[in-house]
């Protein structure tokens, strides 16, 4: 049995944790930078992030938060939504923020793709440099 795979994506920025979070977890912001979204920091709160139709799934994810440490790490499941929902995509993504001289080490990681989900896994692992590099740039734009 292949063990599941995770997408890591890393990124020192230049801007402290309280500001970072409120970027991952205010939902007009996250629309600014990944995609609609109802999400709210509360434990359990099962919340949905929205982008437009495609041939192979709906454009629905189906999300609770899993776990929620204030400025240092939020934890939600990752589900496509719909019979054909990407194969069924079920995984987790997990927010770190480690303080660093200068900013915040930022890390997500998207862990729980199976062996036969390598489409979504080099899709996510591309999609979620892209999204980094938007979370900061909203994150610099922050007062």
């Not at 019979?83 to 862990?111: C, D, F, I, Y």
């Amino acid at each position: 049995m292949t063990a599941n795979r995770s997408v890591v994506v890393e990124r020192l920025m230049p801007h402290p944790p309280q500001k970072i979070w409120r970027a991952l977890t205010q939902g007009p912001l996250i629309e600014e930078w990944l995609m609609k979204t109802d999400f709210e920091p509360r434990l359990g709160h099962r919340f949905n992030f929205r982008t437009d139709p495609m041939p192979y799934w709906n454009g629905v994810l189906d999300c609770e938060v899993l776990a929620l440490e204030p400025h240092e790490s939020l934890s939600y499941s990752w589900n496509a939504s719909g019979a054909e929902a990407a194969n069924g995509l079920k995984t987790v993504v997990t927010w770190t923020l480690t303080p660093t001289e200068g900013g915040t080490l930022v890390r997500m990681e998207q862990s729980g793709f199976r062996a036969e989900e390598e489409a979504n896994y080099q899709g996510a692992l591309h999609g979620w440099r892209r999204n980094l590099a938007g979370l900061e740039r909203i994150v610099a734009g922050l007062a």
